[in-house]
């Protein structure tokens, strides 16, 4: 059964960082693309950043850009994002899918599994 299994959140103030983490097992991890969508209470589920099976690809929302970065060992079957430059309204619970294909997607239905999430909080 595959797994995604999301850490590394918790509770930040403005201007932090945090790093999420997100372990896959049960899947061959270097043939899917990955992402990391965030959904904050009240709010639809919403695009942060993918990355291409082979890292050669990255995507990000605007609002995130320079701000986040999204990595992977495919060695490890782990994808990062580290958050700098933290604000309030990036507080949400994080979640990342995993996609069979050689690059991401900002499309939630475009992925074909799903972490439970980590939630992020920054306080202003």
């Known amino acids: 059964q595959v797994q995604l299994v999301e850490s590394g959140g918790g509770f930040v103030q403005a201007g932090g960082s945090l790093r999420l983490s997100c372990g896959a097992s049960?899947?061959?991890?270097?043939?899917?693309?990955m992402g990391w969508f965030r959904q904050a209470p009240g709010k639809e589920r919403e695009f942060v950043a993918a990355?291409?099976?082979?890292?050669?690809?990255?995507y990000y929302t605007d609002s995130v850009k320079g701000r986040f970065t999204i990595s992977r060992d495919n060695a490890k079957n782990t994808v990062y994002l580290q958050m700098n430059s933290l604000k309030p309204e990036d507080t949400a619970v994080y979640c990342c899918?995993?996609?069979?294909?050689?690059?991401?997607?900002?499309?939630?239905?475009?992925?074909?599994?799903w972490g439970q999430g980590t939630q992020v909080t920054v306080s202003s």
């Open positions: 899918a995993a996609r069979r294909w050689p690059v991401g997607s900002p499309r939630p239905s475009d992925y074909d599994y």
């Open positions: 049960e899947l061959s991890f270097s043939t899917y693309a």
């Open positions: 990355i291409g099976w082979s890292a050669n690809t990255e």
